[in-house]
């Protein structure tokens, strides 16, 4: 990873106030951005969303497959960039969050697995987006039982080591097909 990359981390850290020791609680896990996106579609708000290639394929795949079985999965979020993701933490700070309490739903910039272009954030139609009551739907069941097929994984269980809060919707593809 190059050196001006972790600086700019690193000064965009301190801008936000980010602890000094957060990268300690994340060994491993500063993620450089995707550099060759390409158009995943619209999310559920119409907004279109970029992922790596691989990841895309294996999305759509894994959508498809589910429509098959009656199950409707849609995109909340994709790719993000580390400047997208610093105004996200300071919309959230400036709307009276706490850092801390904002770090625990959002990972600082640079750690976030939406940088690498291969996260995604996932709906039903039956579910409220981005709560917990995402875990009883039709939906997480059928993504338990086969997005591994697809090669997507759930990124933050209940009591995962980054200390992020659960979230059934996050999903992280790692494998090609």
């Not at 199950?71 to 994709?78: D, K």
Request: glycine content about 8%; hydrophobic content about 35%; proline content about 7%.
């Amino acid at each position: 990873m190059p050196a001006v990359y972790r600086q700019r981390i690193q000064q965009l850290h301190t801008e936000l106030g980010i602890p000094a020791d957060y990268p300690a609680r994340f060994p491993g896990t500063l993620y450089e951005e995707a550099r060759e996106l390409v158009d995943a579609g619209p999310d559920y708000y119409g907004r279109p969303q970029q992922l790596e290639a691989g990841a895309r394929d294996a999305w759509q795949a894994m959508q498809a497959a589910a429509a098959e079985t009656g199950v409707v999965l849609h995109l909340i979020s994709a790719y993000r960039s580390v400047d997208y993701q610093c105004e996200l933490i300071r919309r959230k700070c400036r709307a009276g969050r706490s850092l801390e309490e904002v770090l625990e739903v959002n990972a600082a910039p640079g750690y976030s697995e939406h940088h690498t272009g291969r996260a995604v954030d996932l709906g039903t139609l039956d579910c409220p987006a981005l709560v917990e009551a995402f875990e009883d739907t039709p939906a997480f069941g059928w993504l338990q039982q086969h997005a591994g097929r697809f090669g997507f994984a759930l990124s933050y269980p209940r009591g995962n080591p980054e200390g992020i809060s659960y979230e059934p919707w996050h999903w992280c593809f790692h494998a090609s097909r």
